[in-house]
Nanobody
Framework: QVQLVESGGGLVQAGGSLRLSCAAS????????MAWFRQAPGKEREFAAA???????????YYADSVKGRFTISRDNAKNTINLQMNILKPEDTAVYYC??????????????????WGQGTQVTVSS
């Protein structure tokens, strides 16, 4: 069983920055593909960013087009955490942000159905 707990959400003005963190349980954290999804009011949950595990210490980053160049995903395997640094935030980034984990090696894709575990989410609100 894997437990994921997000933190770092809040209210920020457009153009500002926020850093989200996700603390994960589990002895094999380093072998999980970790991702951030988001869900805006009235919309479906959508992929934002992920770090895919490809064996050993090799990870690949993937980003949604809407956040590429503004968001950066990173992980600290020693602390069992992943982070999402969000810069140049826009009002359309307003959403509940969820941390997700997929077990096993290789890229699992951007479909939320491919992820095995989820956090409860943290609210990010960007004012104009």
């Amino acid at each position: 069983q894997v437990q994921l707990v997000e933190s770092g959400g809040g209210l920020v003005q457009a153009g500002g920055s926020l850093r989200l963190s996700c603390a994960a349980s589990g002895r094999t954290f380093s072998s999980y593909t970790m991702a951030w999804f988001r869900q805006a009011p009235g919309k479906e949950r959508e992929f934002a960013a992920a770090l895919s595990w490809s064996g050993g210490n090799t990870y690949y980053a993937y980003y949604a087009d809407s956040v590429k160049g503004r968001f950066t995903i990173s992980r600290d395997n020693a602390k069992n955490t992943i982070n999402l640094q969000m810069n140049i935030l826009k009002p359309e980034d307003t959403a509940v942000y969820y941390c997700a984990a997929a077990l096993g090696e290789g890229w699992v894709g951007k479909n939320s159905m491919a992820y095995d575990y989820w956090g409860q989410g943290t609210q990010v609100t960007v004012s104009s």
